[in-house]
């Protein structure tokens, strides 16, 4: 869990350790996990792992973020279950979409960092 010589904090899993992308993206997501909870002892060990004091798998674990997560996640799989196919379909289009203009975006720009730009 250490920084390279870039100051570019470790990937959070090591299979992300060639696609920063998905690394920015768990990352965001954590951030955005952390600031929906006023549980303070679970926003330190989210920072934790963030900030590569802790293992992503050691949160994972924890009761507490267990507890947070599980109705996040029921509501989710709960919502798409009772979408019908055409809805589905339409989501994932739409998300390729997204994924694609981004991919142009970025080449064009040059950067990859412009990929994770939100301005969508």
Known sequence: MTADSTDQPAP??????NNPGAD?????????LRDQTSNESLRRKINDVLEGRST??????DPE????????????????????QA?????????QAQHEARLARAKAA???????????
């Open 24 to 32: 920015y993206r768990l990352r965001r997501s954590l951030g955005r």
């Open 65 to 84: 973020f267990q507890e947070f997560t599980r109705p996040r996640a029921q509501r989710t799989f709960s919502v798409w279950s009772r979408m019908d």
């Open 12 to 17: 959070l899993l090591p299979t992300f350790a």
């Open 56 to 61: 992503l798998r050691a949160l994972s674990d």
């Open 87 to 95: 809805d589905k379909d339409k989501l994932v289009e739409e998300a």
């Open 110 to 120: 040059g950067s990859r960092d412009a990929y994770f730009d939100d301005n969508e």
